[in-house]
């Protein structure tokens, strides 16, 4: 009887364990998810403030009357791109 009763209390043991830690690893795999989710919000956050510069940079060159040629010059330096993605941008 002492023998069951000990092997009945390592099985509950082992389960409270097991339990414990299937609790840990949904813990940390939200936490996981929650910190991908920010990093990939910070990282769409700082594409549009870029493009929302772009935009601002073209049309402040335009105004002060720079030719197209210049205007993609400027982008492919100041955010080093290609003179195709540059070109793009101004359509």
């Known amino acids: 009887m002492e023998a069951i009763k ?4 390592i099985i509950l043991t082992d389960r409270l364990r ?10 940390r ?8 989710a920010y990093e990939q919000g910070q990282e ?3 594409e ?6 772009i935009k601002i940079l073209i049309s402040t060159l335009r105004e002060y009357g ?3 040629e210049q205007i993609v010059q400027s982008l492919m330096e100041k955010y080093g791109i290609s003179q195709e ?7």
Request: net charge negative; charged share 60%.
């Open 6 to 9: 000990e092997l009945k209390e």
């Open 18 to 27: 097991y339990e414990y830690e299937l609790r840990l690893k949904a813990k």
């Open 29 to 36: 795999d939200r936490e996981a998810e929650m910190d991908d």
């Open 44 to 46: 769409a956050g700082r």
């Open 48 to 53: 549009t403030e870029r493009e929302r510069n």
């Open 66 to 68: 720079h030719a197209e």
């Open 85 to 91: 993605a540059a070109e793009e941008k101004l359509k």
